[in-house]
């Protein structure tokens, strides 16, 4: 699907910039370097299913709780057009994810 424009935040720093993007786009070094290392696509340790974006910023159970705090959302779509992109940086960055990407 269409990724769209990126909306018009107050993000300054370059480095949360490519976060938003890669957490938007679903690529990241975390779900995506297996294939340049040529390694097995990673699996998530807690819910042992395929590691994503979706799987992390919706499903993942380990971060339910950060996400309570942060945000609700049911799909993607939802989450980057209703929730502003600090909110979603708070996330990443209160789980721990934010340096993975």
Do not use: W
């Given at each position: ?6 909306p ?18 679903g ?6 370097s297996f ?15 395929i ?5 992390l ?16 959302a049911?799909?993607?779509r939802e989450?980057?057009t ?10 990443l960055?209160a789980?721990?994810l934010?340096r993975l990407?």
């Amino acid at each position: 699907p269409d990724v769209g424009d990126l909306p018009h935040t107050s993000v300054e720093h370059r480095r949360d910039q490519v976060v938003l993007t890669r957490s938007r786009i679903g690529h990241s070094r975390l779900t995506h370097s297996f294939i340049l290392k040529q390694e097995p696509q990673p699996e998530c340790i807690g819910c042992q299913c395929i590691l994503t974006m979706e799987h992390l910023l919706l499903e993942c159970t380990d971060f339910a709780l950060h996400r309570q705090r942060f945000y609700r959302a049911q799909n993607l779509r939802e989450l980057f057009t209703t929730i502003k992109p600090e909110v979603i940086l708070g996330f990443l960055k209160a789980a721990g994810l934010h340096r993975l990407l």
